[in-house]
């Protein structure tokens, strides 16, 4: 006979089993869905040309953003109706570049645009120019075989662009001497023959032991630009081939410990001003020497630059830039000294808005995925400038999965984090930097932790520097806001103009997580993952002398500079308020007299 505390005992003990059985269940099945790869998607797109008609054939490569070499690459060819679909593609950030013979982009980013799962993407090509001619010697002969470089110094309007070696340099001139280069966005520029390829591949030819010439028959110096309207083709551009010879720069390197040289160092030869690449060489690991030469360098004014890439796991180095004149005789002797680069390790803390406290319209109950956040960490240098791009100024990190970034390659300097987020409901908050002090007490120390508020001043970098201390707060509730600038009575619009975004309230006039500007050339502008709060603002016409693809600061970065934005904002006070997740689609911005 069993008792009633037996029993009771008995149910106690069963109970307890089952609800360990149950947590066992619930762990399994959460271990499992954890286990579950993420789902799969697609990102589809067309291609047309500018007339309307899809190009069948054209090639589309897509990138994982966070994918390192050429691992990460899908390349896609379109259909007959010039679509294209990469389906099975793990969730994340991808770029999109399309091409087609003899078709190009007509306005060409430099800035790389992300996109995601689900995203439907249109190019629209444009039939390119081309540049064709005749190259012969001294004798009137026909110069055959000889390397053709294309490269684009400006846009029409004659503003600097990136340096761009075309594709043309991979053509010959056939047994006439004639070469013809097409596929050319316009532009103007200068047509070279002859020289040293910047990457040789293959075997030497017999034109490297002279200097290119420039068409007409010319150095550098004194070539004449080539101007190529799209669809454009530019005929009689014939050379007459000089053979001069150029001068030889040498010199070594120093300053990189032999386990880190495992890849070699790079060394790239910069024309001045303009930061053109001329040549590029390496130097072997194997090189006891660590030296270098550059042959056939024409005469003018250049700047040395030297680095290596280490890797996950070793330091990465580079030198500083150093100026140098090529004048009637060799360069010898220079000595390049490498210094360490630094890193930055940050962490991304997703504060949530408690569903009680969230507005109807703010649907974001999750962080997005951390593939899908794009961080950029831009180098805060107001001497870059001409023809260089952000592209040399900015690292850019997509967070794993327990929301960490890691920046490398780093110089020393200052740097702000500039991300692009691509889910509209999410903002940055805050950026600071965990800090720990020991505070003092008649018994005992205890150590304690602060944060650094770094909106203001940014990162500072020492050469070397590893930083493992950032925070970076993310909050949904992002408002943004979409409209266009409009001229006041007859005026005309300038064609280019920057909009730039202020925070109206004073004790967020030194908060630079609050500015934003933009670029526009058809007077549209749109920002997005906004802080709600409100704003000014303010639209300027673009210098003429500023190039699309340079880099530009922010005006805001700029303590001086912001002052005298903020104070034509309160002026002008064209002002609006925004609410949490806030998506105001219809602003009207008034270019007018009183506005620069």
């Not at 390197?253 to 690449?277: A, C, K, M």
Request: proline fraction near 5%; glycine fraction near 8%.
């Amino acid at each position: 006979m069993i008792t009633p505390r037996l029993n009771v005992g008995r149910n106690l003990i069963a109970g307890a089993l089952l609800f360990m059985l149950f947590l066992v269940i619930v762990s399994a099945q959460e271990k499992s869905e954890e286990a579950q790869p993420k789902r799969k998607g697609a990102i589809k797109g067309k291609i047309n040309t500018d007339d309307g008609q899809p190009i069948e054939g054209a090639n589309v490569n897509v990138n994982a953003a966070h994918a390192s070499g050429l691992g990460g690459w899908r390349q896609l060819q379109t259909d007959d109706e010039g679509n294209f679909v990469a389906d099975e593609l793990a969730p994340g950030l991808y770029t999109v570049s399309v091409g087609s013979n003899a078709y190009v982009i007509p306005e060409r980013s430099f800035l790389p645009e992300y996109y995601r799962l689900g995203d439907v993407l249109n190019f629209t090509l444009s039939k390119g120019g081309v540049i064709t001619g005749r190259v012969t010697n001294a004798l009137g002969e026909a110069v055959i075989a000889a390397p053709i470089r294309v490269e684009r110094v400006t846009d029409l309007e004659g503003r600097k662009t990136i340096s761009e070696w075309w594709y043309g340099q991979q053509r010959k001139t056939d047994d006439r001497g004639v070469y013809r280069v097409y596929g050319l966005p316009a532009g103007r520029y200068i047509v070279s023959v002859g020289g040293t390829a910047q990457y040789r591949t293959g075997p030497p030819n017999s034109y490297e032991s002279s200097i290119p010439t420039f068409y007409p028959s010319a150095t550098r110096a004194g070539a004449t630009e080539v101007t190529v309207n799209v669809s454009e083709e530019v005929r009689g551009i014939d050379i007459r081939y000089r053979t001069e010879k150029g001068q030889t720069i040498s010199g070594k390197i120093t300053g990189v410990p032999v386990e880190n040289s495992t890849n070699g160092v790079q060394i790239y030869l910069y024309r001045y001003p303009g930061n053109g690449l001329e040549l590029t060489t390496f130097v072997l690991p194997t090189d006891p020497t660590q030296s270098f030469e550059f042959y056939t360098v024409p005469e003018g004014e250049y700047e040395l630059e030297a680095s290596v890439y280490g890797g996950e796991k070793k330091d990465s180095y580079k030198s500083l830039r150093k100026r140098i004149t090529v004048k009637s005789g060799n360069l010898t002797g220079i000595v390049l000294p490498l210094v360490a680069l630094g890193s930055v390790e940050a962490k991304i803390e997703w504060e949530i808005t408690p569903e009680k406290e969230r507005k109807a319209e703010c649907q974001a109950t999750r962080p997005p995925l951390p593939e899908e956040t794009m961080i950029w960490f831009v180098k805060d240098d107001p001497k870059v400038g001409g023809g260089v791009s952000l592209d040399s100024s900015r690292r850019y990190a997509l967070p794993n999965e327990k929301a960490e970034l890691k920046y490398q390659m780093l110089e020393a300097g200052v740097y702000r984090f500039a991300p692009r987020l691509l889910d509209e409901s999410w903002y940055v908050k805050a950026v600071a930097a965990k800090s720990n002090s020991v505070a003092q007490s008649s018994s005992a120390k205890a150590e304690t932790t602060r944060t650094l508020d770094l909106s203001k001043q940014g990162v500072e970098l020492k050469s070397g520097d590893k930083r493992k201390d950032i925070l970076l707060a993310l909050t949904n509730g992002a408002a943004s806001l979409s409209g266009r600038v409009v001229a006041e009575k007859s005026q005309a619009l300038p064609s280019r103009m920057r909009v730039h975004l202020i925070p109206a309230e004073k004790e967020a006039a030194d908060d630079l997580l609050r500015y934003a500007e933009q670029k526009t050339k058809d007077g549209n502008f749109t920002f997005r993952n906004l802080a709600p709060g409100k704003y000014w603002l303010v639209v300027r016409k673009v210098a003429d002398d500023e190039s699309d693809p340079q880099h530009v600061n922010p005006l805001a970065w700029d303590s001086i500079a912001r002052k005298a934005l903020r104070r034509e904002a309160e002026l002008t006070n064209k002002a609006i308020d925004l609410t949490p997740c806030q998506r105001e689609k219809t602003f009207n911005l008034i270019f007018g007299a009183a506005v620069k």
